[in-house]
């Protein structure tokens, strides 16, 4: 599968944006999905998962409340919206994909196999 993450910008503290992954293949519907981010100088950290029926989903302490992860496999797409952004959520994010027959830990590095191409996000105070 091949993922292409969209829909970064720059944004004021305290606004919204809506990130899409967007994936080719038939089969979509069969993986996990997460997201994760970048910033510069720190090290990856995924923020959000899903499992591949939508059933199951995972945040990080740091977005719990203000993101929320959610999938249509109809139209091949996961989705991040964020909101009551901060400064500190600036950072390259990247969606990733799990093809593993169980989704034990969204935000674990580990779990996933496939990886799409950044989207820049900027949140400025």
């Known amino acids: 599968v091949q993922l292409q993450a969209s829909g970064g910008g720059l944004v004021q503290a305290g606004g919204s944006l809506r990130l899409s992954c967007a994936a080719s293949g038939r089969t979509f519907s069969r993986y996990h999905v997460g997201w994760a981010r970048q910033a510069p100088g720190k090290e990856r950290e995924f923020v959000a998962g899903v499992s591949n029926s939508g059933g199951n989903t995972g945040y990080a302490d740091s977005v719990k409340g203000r993101f929320t992860i959610s999938r249509d496999n109809a139209k091949n797409t996961v989705y991040l919206q964020m909101g009551s952004l901060k400064p500190e959520d600036t950072a390259v994010y990247y969606c990733?994909?799990?093809?593993?027959?169980?989704?034990?830990?969204?935000?674990?590095?580990?779990?996933?196999?496939?990886w799409g191409q950044g989207t820049q996000v900027t949140v400025s105070s």
């Open positions: 990733a994909g799990s093809s593993r027959t169980y989704f034990y830990d969204p935000l674990n590095e580990d779990e996933y196999d496939y």
